[in-house]
C-alpha cells in the first residue's frame, strides 16, 4: 500500500522555528516530526511513502533518506505550491501512483485507524474516503456531514457560526486512480474546495476516525503535542521518561538544574545550577544560564539564555538566537533567529521580534 504525504508547506504558522528548520523534520519530542507519521502509516501495511516537498525540500531528504524503517521513501518536489490535490496529479504524471492509496496531511500527529479506513473504502465501493475526527471547536476546520451510510453530504471549509456536525476533515483519505486522473494536471489544485465538494452524491464517504487527532500547526499545538507524546496519550517509539515526566537526550549538563515536569531537552543541552525548564522544549545544542527559568515555550538550535533571564509562557526563540542577563521574553512573544536580547531587556508579550530579512 502507497501513501503520499503533503509536506510541502512553508509553516508559517510555525516561525520563527520553520525559518530555520521545515516542518517536517522539525525535532517534536527530539525526533523528526514526520517519522511519527511514517511509524503510523507503516503499522497500517503502508510500505512506500512518497513525500511532496516544496520549502526546503533538500533538508527534508537530507535527514529522512530513501528508506525509513523498511519503507521506500520517494520525494515529489513542488517547484511553486500546487495546494493539497496538485501534488498527488504531479505524482501521477511522473508515473509513481499505484491504482489505491492513503493521502496524508503532512501536519497531523494521530493514531486513527488507516486500516478500517480502508476496510470500510472496500466496503461501499467508495472512490474517496475520508477520515472525519470529532472535535471541540470547529471554527478552524473544515466539517463534513454524512448520511446514516457514511455518504458524504456536503464538505463546508471553514465555515462560520453554528456547524451541522463537530466531524472534521482529518487530513487522511484513500483515494482511487480515477480520482487522481480527473485532477486537472499543471496547477494548483485544492482537495477541499474543487475535487472532494464535486463529488458530493458521486462514491464520497466518510469514516468516523476515533483516537487521538492534533494538528500540529501552531506553538500552542506544537506543546500540547509534545505533552501528550510524554504522558503517552497517543503512542510513540519515544525513549523511557525520567520521573518527573520529561525526556532529556545524550549530552545534556544538568547538574544543580530543575528540569521538569514534561520538558524535552535535546542532545547537547546545558542547563545552569538553580534554572528552571519547565514543560519547555529545547532542540539541540540549548544553553539556559543559572538561575533562569524558561516555562511552557519553545528555543530552538543553539540558543543561548543567559543568567536570571525569563522566558515566559507561550514564547518562542529562533535558532541560534541569543536572550541576554536578565532579559525577560514575554508571553506568546516571538524572536527571530540569530536575534540578541540585549541583557535587562523586555520584549513585551505578543511581540515578535524580527531579524533583517538577510540574516534569516
Not at 180 to 204: K, M
Not at 231 to 244: K, N
Not at 289 to 304: F, I, M
Request: net charge negative; hydrophobic share 40%; proline share 6%.
Amino acid at each position: 500500500m502507497q501513501a503520499l504525504v503533503l509536506a510541502g508547506g512553508e509553516g508559517t504558522r510555525l516561525r520563527p522555528l520553520t525559518y530555520t528548520t521545515p516542518k517536517p523534520v522539525m525535532p517534536l519530542a527530539g525526533r523528526p516530526f514526520l517519522t511519527f507519521m511514517l511509524d503510523w502509516a507503516h503499522s497500517h501495511g503502508v510500505d512506500e511513502v512518497i513525500l511532496s516537498c516544496g520549502f526546503m525540500s533538500d533538508d527534508v531528504k537530507r535527514v529522512l533518506g530513501d528508506i525509513y524503517d523498511g519503507m521506500r521513501l520517494r520525494y515529489v518536489i513542488e517547484d511553486e505550491p500546487l495546494g493539497t490535490a496538485g501534488p498527488v496529479r504531479r505524482a501521477f504524471d511522473e508515473g509513481l501512483l499505484d491504482e489505491r492509496l492513503f493521502v496524508l496531511n503532512g501536519d497531523v500527529l494521530t493514531d486513527i485507524d488507516l486500516t478500517g479506513e480502508l476496510a470500510q473504502h472496500e466496503h461501499t465501493g467508495a472512490r474517496v474516503t475520508l477520515a472525519l475526527h470529532p472535535v471541540d471547536d470547529t471554527s478552524s476546520y473544515g466539517v463534513v456531514p454524512t448520511d446514516s451510510d457514511g455518504r458524504v453530504e456536503a464538505f463546508l471549509e471553514k465555515t462560520e457560526g453554528d456547524a451541522p456536525t463537530n466531524r472534521i476533515n482529518a487530513g487522511a483519505y484513500v483515494l482511487e486512480r480515477e480520482v487522481v486522473e480527473a485532477i486537472p494536471p499543471g496547477r494548483a489544485v485544492s482537495f477541499e474546495r474543487e475535487t472532494f465538494p464535486a463529488l458530493v452524491g458521486d462514491g464520497l464517504y466518510g469514516f468516523p476516525a476515533a483516537g487521538y487527532w492534533i494538528d500540529i500547526g501552531t506553538p500552542e499545538r506544537y506543546l500540547e503535542a509534545t505533552w501528550d507524546l510524554l504522558a503517552g496519550r497517543v503512542g510513540s517509539r519515544l525513549p523511557p521518561r525520567d520521573e518527573t515526566g520529561s525526556l532529556v537526550y545524550e549530552g545534556c549538563l544538568l547538574s544543580g538544574a530543575h528540569v521538569g515536569p514534561q520538558a524535552v531537552l535535546g542532545r547537547h543541552c546545558s542547563v545552569g545550577s538553580d534554572a528552571r525548564v519547565e514543560r519547555s522544549v529545547l532542540h539541540d545544542r540549548v544553553v539556559v544560564g543559572a538561575d533562569a527559568a524558561v516555562v511552557e515555550s519553545v528555543l530552538a538550535t543553539r540558543v543561548r539564555v543567559g543568567a536570571n533571564a525569563r522566558v515566559l509562557p507561550g514564547a518562542v526563540v529562533g535558532a541560534g538566537a541569543v536572550v541576554g542577563e536578565d532579559a525577560t521574553i514575554g508571553e506568546g512573544a516571538r524572536v527571530d533567529p540569530g536575534v540578541e536580547i540585549e541583557p535587562g531587556a523586555r520584549v513585551e508579550a505578543g511581540d515578535f521580534v524580527k531579524a533583517p530579512e538577510a540574516a534569516r
